[in-house]
């Protein structure tokens, strides 16, 4: 038979094994789980505007005037318009010609070839032989941008009147500006823009901006 003492060592040991097996537990249970690591990427995009494109206006300036005998000037050459018919003294007077348009009859015409498309002037048929007329044409990157220099082309002059519907669904702009040296800044031009292409008329005419606008619908959809 155990002792009493032996049965109190026996419940103490109990007592001490049951106390390390729960501290064991407890620390198990107790324990901080490892942490969990997550990697995330993100992606920016920006958009980038394009830049603009900037038309710069040429600064008005007076045509010299082309005696006979003298050759055309660098970036000219003699020839015909092909947009409309010269009328007297170059052709005959019939159907729309620039001469009637503009009032003044003319001695000669060159292509301004540095145009594209080419473009045209027109030298009346007296001294001094000064330019009359003269249709310039330029081609530009979209119709955006042709448009803006319409306006801007308009705004180097002075006393712009829109004309809208001048010619089907088309608007232009005439204006006051230099052509013919003894006229000032007074003569009157007519600036259009159809898709990507810019037209530009000059006169020599200080008296009536008309003749301008009616060469403009006479050569709208020709070039």
Known sequence: MRTRAATAAAVTAFAVLGAAVMAVAAGCTSATPSPVVTTRTTVRTRTVAPRPVRYHAARPRAVAPLPPGRPAPRGQRDGRCPYIRTGLDQTANVGVNLADLEGDRVYRTTL????????????????????????????????????????????????????????????????????????????????????????????????????????????????
Do not use: K, N
Request: charge should be positive; glycine fraction near 8%; include cysteine.
């Open 112 to 223: 301004i070839t540095t145009d594209h498309p080419v473009g045209c002037r027109f030298y009346f048929y007296a001294p001094p032989y000064e330019a009359i007329a003269d249709i310039r044409a330029q081609r530009l990157r979209t119709p955006l941008v042709a448009r803006d220099a319409m306006v801007l082309t308009a705004r180097t002059g002075t006393e712009p009147i829109t004309e809208r519907h001048f010619h089907g669904a088309l608007t232009g702009i005439l204006f006051r500006t230099r052509f013919f040296a003894p006229d000032g800044d007074r003569d009157w031009a007519f600036v259009f823009a159809d898709g990507r292409l810019l037209v530009t008329v000059h006169t020599q005419r200080d008296d009536t901006s008309r003749s301008a606008l009616y060469i403009g619908q006479a050569i709208a959809g020709r070039i």
